[in-house]
């Protein structure tokens, strides 16, 4: 299993970012896909999943309104667009897939946002 962020970066308070996580090893189309993120000095928290045929979503109550998820079954990709973006959205942003009862993470994609 790979999955590999992307579209991390630098943007001012109430900007936008797109992030994507390209998946591998697995059959993508079949599982629920998340979005984590981890804050300086924080814990890993959730922020968002999306079911396998991408009708369902759920987000984080910090996430609601301004993030979306969507994902590409076949481009084997899920996104998360980021708008209205805080300075307390500031922190690496990892995607998440449980497989055969194993936690598999990418290596996550920084999201700074500052003025």
């Known amino acids: 299993v790979q999955l590999v962020e992307s579209g991390g970066g630098l943007v001012q308070p109430g900007g936008s970012l797109r992030l994507s996580c390209a998946a591998s090893?697995?059959?993508?189309?079949?599982?629920?896909m998340r979005w984590y993120r981890q804050a300086p000095g924080k814990e890993r928290e959730w922020v968002a999943h999306?079911?396998?045929?991408?009708?369902?979503?759920r987000y984080a109550d910090s996430a609601k309104g301004r993030f979306t998820i969507s994902r590409d079954n076949t481009k084997n990709t899920v996104y998360l667009q980021m708008d209205s973006l805080k300075f307390e959205d500031t922190a690496v942003y990892y995607c998440?897939?449980?497989?055969?009862?194993?936690?598999?993470w990418g290596k996550g994609t920084l999201v700074t946002v500052s003025s």
């Open positions: 998440h897939v449980f497989f055969t009862g194993v936690n598999y």
């Open positions: 090893g697995f059959i993508f189309s079949s599982y629920v």
């Open positions: 999306i079911n396998s045929a991408g009708r369902t979503t």
